[in-house]
């Protein structure tokens, strides 16, 4: 928590009427009850970034339309919401059930099973005033009281919110409000811990129960990072409104505008930094609202007054790390296209389905999307295209802050190698041929069985090994060097350019990996021969004579593989 010229900002707090009462620093988000009241959808599921006031304004519903919250006027006088009228005479009448599945991270489906029991559990101990009410039957009692204490068949769990939902309304004689935040956390540690299939089932069935078939249920709102797919998670669910990163509703009501931002940076007496926090943390994307910033960067900032990458740092990336590491070749050279600020045209689904991610490069920049580490710049309308015609989506790494993470991620391949690594990038730059092939082979080592995913043909191994190299050479020299790849080169050949941003200091370096072809080459050292011709026979250093650098600045190297085994050679050494 930190004093700023302005309101205390106060990092963390997730309750609303705790940031209202104690008048910690607050950006109006009231009027997205205004929006979705009059959206009059029944469930609606909206999927945003991690850190983006998703919970925060799961409790401003729930503290707005709650009866346990009935006659508090003081928690909304002076927002939005209350300057009108209409609204004033709802806040606290309606029953609303609220849960998150935040902490649902087990490595089981037995445990997150029994976590998830736990939660509904403590709902009904929290309600258990209906009891005593004379509208509940002996039968109604003795089920409520096997749920609270936790032992549960499947069939009553996944029914547990439906019968809650009718005591509920039986009780106050209106329909129930459910607010589920979070819904997708227990089905990516399903995914990464393999089981998907139980907690599908489970899931579903507790959803139909909940969402569909409930004649008790007046409104709902789920919140989550990804938009599952209709045909896993939501098939029964055809009441369901889905809002997505590029849908227009709700546009402004999850994370800060650029008016926002603005007005805080003043009021902290901050101004004099609009245009670097823009280079930072600016740059998310909902529907056609542009200039989004994420709020937990924004007040981490506002707090200390110091740039880093908070937002990009909350939780583990180890998941995108994984599916960018072991990806395809294309993948990674779309990668670092990314890296350098460029920009990619692929087709997307934002029907996030767990269990067909692997291998799919369209999945991967699906879940990126729906991340917040990628934004939308443009794209075609599903209305707009024709039958036959595809949807594509032209992406980009989202602000800075993604960026760093992005880099810091890459250097993170290499930790188990690092001092070898970091040698071998020296003697590169020194031309030290001999330090070269030592370096790379401890490299190559340590980290070749890293980049594979376990599932491909092993002699496709060294070429995701390659692809992630070429990405830790991007990211530790990137200050001296533009570095490019050829996208042209086929299976076991990827031709890399360093081309120096200063040549009166450095020189240019091309690169040539090849796989040793046994029908071919008979040694490691014929294949660094058959590497170095290609670079001469195919003049890739033509770019780089034309930029103005001298042939006898420019190096080449041949790489020759042959499983973690490595030979670099230049034309002086073979």
């Not at 797919?229 to 098939?235: A, G, H, L, Q």
């Not at 990009?312 to 395809?328: M, Q």
């Amino acid at each position: 928590m930190g004093k700023t010229a302005g309101r205390t900002i106060a990092i963390g707090i997730q309750n609303f009427g705790d940031l209202i009462r104690k008048g910690y620093f607050y950006v109006d988000k009231t009027d997205f009850i205004r929006q979705w009241w009059e959206s009059g959808d029944s469930v609606t599921l909206i999927a945003r970034p991690r850190r983006f006031g998703k919970t925060l304004n799961m409790s401003m519903v729930e503290q707005f339309f709650s009866v346990d919250y009935a006659g508090q006027d003081a928690l909304f006088a002076g927002l939005s919401i209350w300057k009108r009228e209409e609204y004033r005479k709802i806040q606290g009448a309606y029953p609303v059930i609220s849960l998150s599945f935040a902490n649902v991270k087990e490595t089981s489906f037995a445990s997150a099973r029994e976590r998830i029991d736990q939660m509904i559990a403590d709902l009904y101990i929290k309600n258990n005033f209906l009891l005593s009410s004379d509208k509940m039957t002996a039968a109604d009692r003795d089920y409520f009281q096997t749920v609270c204490m936790g032992r549960m068949s499947e069939v009553q769990a996944t029914g547990a919110l439906y019968k809650l939902s009718d005591y509920l309304f039986r009780y106050y004689g209106k329909k129930v409000i459910i607010l589920l935040d979070e819904y997708d956390t227990p089905m990516q540690e399903a995914y990464v811990d393999g089981y998907w299939p139980e907690l599908m089932s489970f899931i579903r069935s507790l959803f139909n129960a909940s969402f569909k078939t409930n004649p008790w249920l007046e409104r709902a709102i789920m919140t989550g990072i990804t938009r599952g797919s209709r045909e896993s998670i939501f098939s029964d669910l055809n009441n369901l409104k889905i809002v997505t990163a590029t849908s227009e509703e709700y546009a402004s009501s999850f994370g800060f505008t650029q008016e926002e931002v603005s007005a805080a940076l003043e009021e902290c007496g901050l101004g004099e930094q609009k245009e670097q926090v823009k280079k930072w943390y600016d740059g998310f994307i909902f529907g056609s609202q542009r200039d989004v910033y994420n709020p937990w960067s924004i007040l981490n900032f506002l707090d200390t007054g110091v740039y880093a990458a908070y937002w990009a740092n909350t939780s583990s990336n180890s998941l995108v790390s994984k599916l960018i590491r072991e990806g395809s070749r294309g993948l990674k050279e779309d990668f670092e296209i990314l890296l350098r600020g460029g920009v990619i045209r692929t087709t997307i689904d934002e029907q996030i389905v767990y269990d067909q991610r692997n291998g799919s490069e369209e999945a991967v920049w699906s879940l990126l999307l729906a991340s917040g580490y990628l934004k939308a710049l443009s794209y075609t309308p599903m209305e707009r295209l024709g039958p036959e015609e595809e949807q594509f989506y032209e992406l980009a790494l989202t602000n800075y802050e993604v960026e760093r993470m992005f880099r810091s991620m890459v250097r993170g391949w290499f930790v188990e190698s690092g001092s070898d690594y970091n040698g071998f990038i020296k003697a590169m730059l020194a031309d030290d041929v001999k330090a070269m092939n030592a370096y790379m082979n401890r490299v190559a080592r340590d980290t070749f069985s890293y980049f594979d995913t376990g599932r491909k043909p092993s002699e496709e191994e060294p070429e995701r090994f390659y692809h992630g190299f070429v990405l830790g050479l991007m990211v530790e020299l990137q200050d001296r060097y533009v570095i490019t790849s050829n996208r042209e080169s086929g299976f076991g050949r990827y031709d890399v350019m360093l081309e120096p941003k200063n040549s009166q200091k450095d020189d240019g370096i091309l690169l040539e990996f090849k796989v040793q072809d046994p029908e071919e080459e008979e040694t490691l050292k014929d294949t660094v021969k058959a590497a170095l011709n290609q670079i001469e026979k195919r003049e890739y250093a033509a770019q780089l004579l034309a930029r103005g650098i001298p042939k006898e600045r420019i190096r080449d190297y041949g790489f020759a593989f042959c499983g973690k085994k490595v030979m670099i050679g230049t034309v002086r050494t073979v």
